[in-house]
C-alpha cells in the first residue's frame, strides 16, 4: 500500500504519474509496532509529504519494485533515492533522514563512511532484538494478500507439524527398508507420498530458522519407529501406523481448535484461513490413514508386547512434539 506524497490518496504504480515516482520511496515494515511507530513520527515532519511512503507487509509485490522482494523488505528497512538507487538498513536511514529538512544535518553527519557503519552495526543488533517480537514473516501468501507474521505459538505448532511429517517420511522409510509383504510395501509406498506431500505443505509455512534443530533426531526416531515393528511383520506395522496417527489427528484438532479459537478478525485474514485449510487437509489424510492401518491389523486389539510398543510411540510423539515447541 502506497501514501501518494501529492495527495495522499492510494495509489499504485501503473496509476501513478511518472513525476510522483521522482521522489525517494521508504519501504517500512507496518507490521513491526516499534518500525511503524517511528515510521509515524517521521511521517508527521516538515518534508514528509515529499516522501512516497510504502508499507511492506500491506503492499502487492508490483509495488515494492522489481529489485526487492518481499522478505528482504520485511527483514530490513530500505530507502529508493529520487534517482532509483535502491539503499538498506542504516544507509536508509541516513537517506531518509537527508530528505527531511529538520533531519537533513543529522542525515549528512551520520553519512559519513565509518560513523554509518557504526551505525549499520548497532541497526543489525536492532534487528536481532527485534526477533523477539517480530519473527520472520511465513514466506508463502496468497498473491495479492497481506503478508503478515504468525504468532508465535502458531509458528510452535508449525515446527512440531514440520517435525511430524519429516519423522512421518522416515516411518515408511524403515517400513520399506525390510518389508517384504506386497500389501504392506503398497500401503507404505502410498502413504510416504502423501506424508511427503503434508511435508512440503508444512515447509511453505514455516521459514527455514523457525524449523527444529533435532530433525536428524526426529528422522532417525521415524525411521526406527518404522523399521523396528517391520521386522515382525504387517500386524505390528498396521498396529503402529495406527497409534501414530490416532496421536496425529489429536494433535491437528487441537491446532484447528485453536486457530477457531482466535478472534473472528484473525479468522477472516486469508493467511490464517489458507493454514487451517492445509491443516484440515493433512488431518483428512492421518485419520484416513489411521483408518486403513486399523483395518491392515485386524480385529484384534494389539496385546503384550505390540500392545507396550504402540503405547511406547504414542507416549513418544506427544513428548518430542513438546521438545518441538521449543527446539
Ligand atoms: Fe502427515
Ligand atoms: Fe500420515
Redesign the pocket.
Known amino acids: 500500500m502506497i501514501s501518494s506524497p501529492v495527495n495522499g490518496l492510494q495509489t499504485t504504480p501503473a496509476q501513478a504519474p511518472i513525476s510522483e515516482w521522482a521522489c525517494p520511496t521508504v519501504y517500512f515494515d507496518g507490521a513491526c509496532p516499534v518500525c511503524s511507530r517511528e515510521i509515524a513520527m517521521y511521517q508527521r515532519q516538515p518534508g514528509a509529504d515529499q516522501v512516497r511512503w510504502v508499507d511492506v507487509a500491506r503492499c502487492s509485490a508490483d509495488e515494492l519494485g522489481a529489485d526487492l522482494n518481499r522478505e528482504a523488505a520485511l527483514a530490513r528497512l530500505h530507502m529508493r533515492r529520487a534517482d532509483g538507487q535502491l539503499v538498506s538498513g542504516a544507509e536508509a536511514f541516513t537517506t531518509l533522514w537527508q530528505a527531511l529538512p529538520r533531519w537533513a544535518w543529522l542525515g549528512r553527519l551520520l553519512s559519513f563512511r565509518p560513523v554509518l557503519w557504526m551505525l549499520e552495526a548497532a541497526y543489525r543488533a536492532f534487528l536481532w532484538v527485534r526477533q523477539t517480537w517480530r519473527p520472520a514473516a511465513i514466506p508463502l501468501q496468497p498473491q495479492g494478500t497481506t503478508a503478515v507474521a504468525l504468532p508465535k505459538p502458531i509458528v510452535a505448532d508449525l515446527r512440531t507439524d514440520h517435525a511430524g511429517e519429516t519423522g512421518?517420511v522416515c516411518i515408511y522409510q524403515g517400513v520399506l527398508h525390510f518389508a517384504r509383504d506386497p500389501a504392506l510395501r503398497d500401503f507404505a509406498t502410498r502413504?510416504m507420498a502423501?506424508?511427503q506431500s503434508?511435508l512440503k505443505s508444512v515447509e511453505a509455512w514455516l521459514a527455514p530458522a523457525d524449523r527444529s534443530r533435532l530433525l536428524p533426531l526426529w528422522r532417525l526416531s521415524g525411521w526406527l519407529t518404522g523399521a523396528l515393528p517391520a521386522l515382525f511383520g504387517p500386524r505390528a506395522v498396521y498396529a503402529t501406523i495406527e497409534a501414530?496417527?490416532t496421536f496425529?489427528d489429536q494433535h491437528y484438532e487441537e491446532q484447528v481448535q485453536r486457530l477457531n479459537a482466535m478472534g473472528s478478525t484473525a479468522q477472516t485474514q486469508p493467511q490464517i484461513k489458507n493454514l487451517r485449510a492445509t491443516l484440515i487437509e493433512c488431518q483428512g489424510?492421518?485419520v484416513a490413514?489411521r483408518d486403513e492401518a486399523a483395518r491392515g491389523r485386524g480385529q484384534h486389539a494389539p496385546t503384550g508386547l505390540l500392545r507396550a510398543w504402540c503405547w511406547l510411540v504414542g507416549f513418544g510423539s506427544r513428548a518430542a512434539v513438546r521438545v518441538c515447541r521449543y527446539v
Open positions: 512421518a502413504h502423501t506424508e503434508h501414530v496417527e496425529v489424510d492421518e490413514h
